[in-house]
């Protein structure tokens, strides 16, 4: 599964973004998804994942209520709305096909990774 993240961007302290990955395999809709986002100088750190079916959705603590993951596996394509965004927030962005078709929120089970999109908050 090749994965190409994307809709990252510069935004000021409260406003929205719209990240997608586009997968280019159709066994995508068979695997769990997830985002993990790396600030500068930080480790790797998970963000939110979503079950094959786009039926269970999991968050950090850091984003619940203010971003949402959905799927839409006839395209195949994986979002991650962000609203409510904060400076920290700042990141590397990355999408993440898993080797499950079950929520996780280890990046050790995710073998398949994006190049990444940047979204920088500023305050």
């Known amino acids: 599964v090749q994965l190409q993240a994307s809709g990252g961007g510069l935004v000021q302290a409260g406003g929205s973004l719209r990240l997608s990955c586009a997968a280019s395999s159709l066994t995508f809709s068979s695997y769990a998804m997830g985002w993990f986002r790396q600030a500068p100088g930080k480790e790797r750190e998970f963000v939110s994942t979503i079950s094959w079916s786009g039926s269970i959705t999991y968050y950090a603590e850091s984003v619940k209520g203010r971003f949402t993951i959905s799927r839409d596996n006839a395209k195949p394509m994986v979002y991650l709305q962000m609203n409510s965004l904060k400076p920290e927030d700042t990141a590397v962005y990355y999408c993440?096909?898993?080797?499950?078709?079950?929520?996780?929120?280890?990046?050790?089970?995710?073998?398949?990774w994006g190049q990444g999109t940047l979204v920088t908050v500023s305050s």
């Open positions: 993440a096909a898993g080797n499950s078709r079950y929520i996780d929120t280890r990046a050790r089970n995710y073998p398949h």
